[in-house]
C-alpha cells in the first residue's frame, strides 16, 4: 500500500449557495487518511463550517490563514470511519 | 465560404435558451448564410425538470410537463436528434452515435449532469429519488400513498446536485401529505444532510430550521452517506452513524454526462472546468460551457443556466461581429424553495452576496407556480429583457473596446469601467 501523502487545493472562492463546503465533502470522498485539503473559500461562515465539520469526522483543522480577500483553511484527514 | 457554425450540446434549458438567443441576436447573419446554429439532441423531449416535486409529493400527471424539442427551437435552428459521444475540443470536432462528426466554430456544453444512485453501494435498489426522471419521481408519490405509518427518511447521497432546495421541499412537501392524510403523528420524517444544517446558506437555514422544528422534522447533519443495507434497512455514512428507515427518498450523487467523462474534458465527476466569469472552458477561447455541465462551485439549477445561456450567445456574438466585448456572468441564483402549505421562499445571491434570511409568504409560492406556467415562453429567449429588468444585473461587461454590440442591453460593471479608463 502507498504511503504518499496528497495535498489537494480545493478553490472554492465565490460560493455561498451550495457553499464552499460542498468542495471539500467532494474532496474528502476521494481523499485518503493523512491527505492534506486546503480550502479556500470567500464565504465567511467557511471557518466556522470546517471546524465544526472536522470536530464530526475527526480531522484536523491545521491552519486557517487570513489571505487578500479569502481564507485558507489547512486539514488533514486523520481518519475516516468507514 | 461555408458558413460559420455555433454547435450546441444538450436541449435542456441552457442548451435551448442559448440557441434561441443566438439565433435571435445573430439572425442578419443567418440570413446571410453566413452563419448556421445547430444544436445536438439527445432526447425528443424537454421536461420541465421542477415538475418532479409535484409529481412525487402531489400525484401531478407527467405528462402534463414535456414539450418535444423540435417545437421549443427556432425555425433558423439546425436540430439534430443524435447523441454526442466524443467531444474533441483540439480538433473543433463533436463525434455522434448514429452519423458523422460535426465541426465548428464555436461550441457550448449544456450537457447538463447525471443522477446515479448506482455510485453508492445499495442506493440504487433501496430507494426512490425524483432527480433522475417523472417516472422514478411517481414511484414516490404510489410509495407514499401505501404508507400509513414508519420512517421515511429524505437523505442528501451526494453533492453537488441539482436544485439545492429541492430536498427541503421534499421534505416539507411530505409533511404536509401526512398531515392533510390526518396521519402525521404516524409517520417520522428525518432529514438527513452532509451539511452542518439545514440548508447549506447560513440565512436561509435559519428559516428552514424554524420551520422544521414546527412541523416536527428532525434533521441530521453532517451525514455522507457512505452505503445502504436495505436487508436491514439502514443507511451508513463514512462519519460513522446509521439511520433506520422504512421509506428511503434519496436525492443520488450527481456527475457529469458521460460524453463529458468520456472525452476527458471534465474533473473526476465530470464536470467541465470552466471560467466562472466568461464561461469558457479552461484553455480554450471557443469553447464553453453551461448549466450543470460545468464544474463552478454554484447551484445546478435552471435559473442559473438560463442565466449563464445569454453571458454564452453575447460572447459568440461579440466574437462573431469582432466587436471585442466580453461579458461575465455574476454568479446570480433565484431559486424558490416551497416550505408546504403555499407558502415559499427565494434563494437569491451572487457570487459577492449570501443568500439572506426572508419570510415565507403566499406570494412567492404564486411567483414560483407562475413561473411553472409561463417556462415554455421563456426558452423561447424571446423575454430576456423581462429577465435583465427582474434581475438588474444578469451579465456585465469583464472588458470592452468600446465598440457597441447591443447598447440596450448593456449593463456596465465595476470591471467595464476600470478597464475603460484605462483605454482611455
Not at chain 2, 152 to 167: D, E, F, Q, R, T
Not at chain 2, 185 to 193: A, D, M, N, R, S
Request: hydrophobic fraction near 40%; aromatic fraction near 10%.
Amino acid at each position: 500500500m502507498s504511503s504518499e501523502i496528497n495535498r489537494r487545493i480545493v478553490d472554492a472562492r465565490g460560493s455561498f449557495c451550495p457553499g464552499p463546503i460542498t468542495e471539500l465533502f467532494k474532496a474528502y470522498r476521494e481523499a485518503r487518511e493523512g491527505d492534506v485539503l486546503e480550502l479556500l473559500a470567500t464565504d465567511p461562515a467557511a471557518k466556522s463550517d470546517v471546524q465544526a465539520w472536522a470536530k464530526k469526522t475527526g480531522s484536523e483543522v491545521m491552519g486557517i490563514v487570513e489571505e487578500q480577500g479569502y481564507i485558507r483553511i489547512i486539514i488533514k484527514v486523520v481518519k475516516k470511519a468507514r | 465560404m461555408s458558413p460559420k457554425n455555433v454547435l450546441i450540446i444538450g436541449s435542456g434549458t441552457g442548451g435551448i435558451l442559448t440557441a434561441n438567443v443566438l439565433s435571435k441576436i445573430l439572425r442578419e447573419k443567418i440570413k446571410a448564410g453566413s452563419l448556421k446554429i445547430t444544436l445536438i439532441s439527445e432526447n425528443n423531449r424537454h421536461y420541465f425538470q421542477p415538475a418532479n416535486l409535484d409529481v412525487a409529493f402531489r400525484g401531478a400527471d407527467p405528462s402534463r410537463y414535456f414539450r418535444e424539442v423540435s417545437s421549443l427551437v427556432k425555425p433558423k435552428i439546425d436540430l439534430i436528434y443524435d447523441r454526442a459521444t466524443f467531444i474533441d475540443l483540439s480538433n473543433r470536432k463533436v463525434k455522434l452515435a448514429n452519423r458523422g462528426p460535426v465541426s465548428y466554430d464555436y461550441l457550448v456544453i449544456a450537457t447538463g449532469s447525471v443522477a446515479e444512485p448506482e455510485a453508492i453501494s445499495g442506493l440504487a435498489d433501496a430507494s426512490l429519488n425524483f432527480h433522475s426522471s417523472p417516472e422514478n419521481a411517481l414511484e414516490i408519490w404510489r410509495a407514499i400513498n401505501k404508507i400509513n405509518s414508519g420512517k421515511i427518511l429524505v437523505v442528501i447521497a451526494g453533492v453537488p446536485h441539482k436544485c439545492p432546495p429541492s430536498p427541503n421541499e421534499a421534505a416539507f412537501l411530505l409533511d404536509e401529505y401526512f398531515r392533510k392524510r390526518g396521519i402525521r403523528e404516524k409517520v417520522e420524517i428525518k432529514f438527513i444532510t452532509p451539511y452542518g444544517r439545514a440548508y447549506p446558506a447560513h440565512g436561509i437555514s435559519e428559516v428552514v430550521e424554524e420551520l422544521f422544528s414546527e412541523r416536527n422534522i428532525e434533521v441530521v447533519t453532517f451525514f455522507n452517506l457512505e452505503s445502504v443495507d436495505h436487508r436491514r434497512r439502514k443507511v451508513y455514512s463514512y462519519e460513522g452513524e446509521e439511520h433506520a428507515y422504512d421509506l428511503l427518498i434519496s436525492v443520488p450523487p450527481h456527475f457529469g454526462a458521460p460524453v463529458v467523462r468520456s472525452s476527458g474534458i471534465g474533473d473526476r465527476q465530470g464536470w467541465v472546468t470552466t471560467d466562472k466569469n466568461d464561461m469558457t472552458v479552461l484553455d480554450y477561447d471557443d469553447a464553453y460551457a453551461i448549466g450543470d455541465a460545468t464544474n463552478i462551485p454554484i447551484s445546478k439549477s435552471g435559473v442559473v443556466a438560463h442565466l449563464e445561456s445569454s453571458v454564452v450567445a453575447y460572447n459568440i456574438a461579440s466574437e462573431l461581429y469582432g466587436s471585442g466585448d466580453r461579458y461575465g456572468y455574476n454568479g446570480r441564483i433565484n431559486c424558490p424553495m416551497e416550505v408546504g402549505f403555499k407558502k415559499a421562499i427565494f434563494i437569491n445571491g451572487t457570487y459577492d452576496s449570501p443568500p439572506r434570511r426572508q419570510v415565507p409568504s403566499m406570494v412567492k409560492y404564486l411567483m414560483k407556480r407562475l413561473f411553472g406556467r409561463f417556462y415554455w415562453n421563456v426558452l423561447s429567449g424571446d423575454f430576456e429583457w423581462m429577465f435583465n429588468l427582474y434581475f438588474g444585473e444578469i451579465k456585465y461587461m469583464l472588458k470592452t473596446r468600446g465598440l457597441t454590440l447591443h447598447e440596450g442591453s448593456r449593463q456596465v460593471g465595476k470591471e467595464a469601467e476600470t478597464v475603460q479608463e484605462e483605454l482611455h
